[in-house]
C-alpha cells in the first residue's frame, strides 16, 4: 500500500503538481503531508490520486482538477467553462481600488467578468461600490455567481455582449480583461491555453478586437471623470494608449507587473472629449 511520500515520489508530475492534486485527494495540509509522510492511501484515494496525475501529464490545468484557484488572496471556483485566474489580473484590481475611495458609493463594471474574480476582489475591498459584472458566456455567470455567493458580495450579473445589454446606464469605473490573444499565436496550442475556452482568449488578427471593441464605446457608460481599466497583452500597450487617445480618453496610461511588462492600460473620460 502506498504511502504519501511514496506516492509523491512516484507521481510522473511535477512535485509541486503532486503536493496539490495529493492535498486535493486527501483534503490536507502541506503541513499534514510533511509531517505524516508515512501514511497510507487508501485504494481509492490511490485510484483517484493516479487518475488526477494521468490527466495532468496529458496538461489538464490544476485548477481544473481542482476546480479551485486563489485569487487577490481569495478561493474562487473554476470550471472549464471560465479563463483560470492568474496574478497578472491582480494588477487590474489594485489599478481599480486604487481609483475607488473606501466611503463613496460608485457604480462599476466589470467586462467579461469569466469567474467573476476581479468583481469579487473588487467588492470584498470596497463595501460601498456597486458592481455590475457583464459576460456572454451563460455557463461563465452561473460560476461567477456561485463565486460572489460564497464571498459574500452582492453583485448584479448580466449576460451581455459588451455593453449591448446596458443601454442607457453609465459608471464611474469600468475594468475588463478581455480575450487579447491573436488568433495565430502559437502560445494557444501550449500550456494551459489548450484546455481554456477559446473565446475568452482569442480576439481576432491582432488580438485587438474586443479592446477596440470595449474603447470605441466605453465613453458613452461612464461618468465625467470616470476611469476605463484593461488588461491586454505584454505587446499591446502601445496600441492601446493609441486606442484610447484616438477616443478622446484622458490621462491615458500604462502599468507594469513585477516583471517590468506593462499589462493594464487605461485612461479617463473628461466632460467633452467622447467620440459618439
Avoid at 494521468?54 to 476546480?67: D, F, H, K, M, N
Avoid at 467588492?123 to 460601498?128: E, F, G, I, L, V
Avoid at 481576432?204 to 461612464?222: E, F, K, N, Q, S
Wanted: contains cysteine.
Amino acid at each position: 500500500m502506498s504511502t504519501i511520500a511514496e506516492t509523491l515520489r512516484t507521481a510522473g508530475i511535477e512535485s509541486a503538481d503532486a503536493r496539490v492534486l495529493l492535498r486535493f485527494v486527501l483534503g490536507a495540509s502541506d503541513a499534514q503531508l510533511a509531517t505524516h509522510p508515512e501514511r497510507a492511501l487508501t485504494a481509492g484515494e490511490r485510484e483517484r490520486f493516479h487518475a488526477f496525475a494521468l490527466r495532468r501529464r496529458e496538461g489538464e490545468p490544476i485548477a481544473y482538477l481542482t476546480g479551485e484557484r486563489e485569487f487577490y488572496s481569495i478561493p474562487f471556483k473554476v470550471t472549464p467553462a471560465v479563463l483560470i485566474p492568474r496574478p497578472e489580473t491582480e494588477l487590474l484590481v489594485e489599478a481599480a481600488l486604487e481609483r475607488i475611495t473606501e466611503d463613496t458609493p460608485v457604480r462599476v463594471l466589470d467586462l467579461a467578468t469569466g469567474s467573476g474574480c476581479v468583481a469579487v476582489a473588487i467588492s470584498r475591498h470596497r463595501a460601498r461600490a456597486r458592481v455590475t459584472a457583464a459576460d456572454l458566456s451563460r455557463d461563465a455567470l452561473v460560476v461567477a455567481r456561485h463565486n460572489a455567493e460564497a464571498q459574500g458580495v452582492d453583485i448584479e450579473f448580466i449576460e451581455s455582449d459588451w455593453f449591448a445589454a446596458l443601454e442607457g446606464r453609465r459608471f464611474d469605473l469600468i475594468v475588463a480583461n478581455p480575450p487579447y490573444v491573436a488568433e495565430c499565436d502559437p502560445h494557444l496550442e501550449r500550456g494551459d491555453l489548450r484546455f481554456e475556452p477559446r473565446n475568452a482568449l482569442v480576439a481576432g488578427p491582432d488580438g485587438l478586437t474586443c479592446i477596440g471593441a470595449i474603447v470605441a464605446r466605453a465613453a458613452a457608460h461612464l461618468e465625467h471623470g470616470g476611469w476605463l481599466l484593461f488588461e491586454h497583452g505584454f505587446d499591446q500597450a502601445p496600441q492601446c494608449r493609441n486606442l484610447l487617445q484616438h477616443a478622446g480618453f484622458e490621462k491615458v496610461t500604462s502599468r507594469r507587473d513585477l516583471a517590468g511588462i506593462e499589462r493594464i492600460s487605461g485612461g479617463q473620460r473628461g466632460a467633452v472629449n467622447v467620440l459618439r
